[in-house]
């Protein structure tokens, strides 16, 4: 089956730099690739997603890019603020059709 | 809308024990799932049903169950409670069948502990 793999699982960021999280895939049929926050105690929420016939999609502060390839996708969040600081989940739709997700990636911005 | 709702919220159970945790949306979606949460290794589907009278095994089945009630309600038993079962249990549901990617919508989440 699919196998998610999301680095790093901590990253501390100053308020206003930019961050970057990876996430490899394994099963070469997977076409959907969404990024999911989750806030403290709180339920995860779709933040964007991507298909695989587009490399990138971008929403105000928020892109991922998709390079099919290398079976890696990225998501960049430039600007940040202290409200960013989350657990953010990468997943992708493997030939199973379901979504196997990362291992979670805590952001942290400092003011 | 409430989206979807799951109960209870927080469960303590005796090892051997049985419970049902209980997931309703209210948003006509076909398709809806079971996920556990532990730390360090994200979300991990469990059971889910890609539309009314059919449900599939996921990931971690093993030591659960679940039944598509109906369209709206998608229940999860644990018929002999583990300590590893110990964890956060999230429903979700998405409005696509198992064959299309749409968005998931979470309920709230159930802090299970099993001593």
């Known amino acids: 089956g699919e196998n998610v793999e999301q680095h790093p699982s901590t990253l501390s960021v100053q308020e206003g730099d930019s961050a970057v999280i990876k996430c490899t895939y394994s099963d070469s049929a997977s076409n959907y690739f969404p990024w999911y926050k989750q806030e403290l105690g709180k339920r995860p929420q779709l933040i964007i997603d991507?298909?695989?016939?587009?490399g990138e999609k971008k929403d105000q502060r928020i892109a991922v890019t998709l390079n099919k390839t290398a079976k890696h996708f990225s998501l960049h969040i430039t600007e940040t603020q202290p409200e960013d600081s989350a657990v953010y989940f990468c997943a992708a739709t493997g030939s199973a059709r379901q979504l196997t997700f990362g291992s979670g990636t805590q952001l942290t911005v400092l003011p | 809308n409430a989206g979807v709702t799951q109960t209870p919220k927080f469960q303590v159970l005796k090892t051997g024990q049985s419970m049902t945790l209980q997931c309703a949306q209210d948003?006509?979606?076909?398709?809806m799932y079971w996920y556990r949460q532990d730390p360090g290794m994200g979300l991990r589907l469990i059971y889910y049903s890609a539309s009314e009278g059919t449900t599939d095994k996921g990931e971690v089945p093993n030591g659960y169950n679940v039944s598509r009630l109906n369209k709206r309600e998608f229940s999860l038993r644990l018929e002999s409670a583990a300590p590893s079962q110990t964890s956060v249990y999230f429903c979700a549901s998405s409005g696509g069948t198992a064959a299309t990617n749409e968005k998931l919508f979470f309920g709230s989440g159930t802090q299970l502990s099993v001593l």
């Open positions: 948003m006509n979606h076909n398709s």
């Open positions: 991507i298909r695989s016939n587009v």
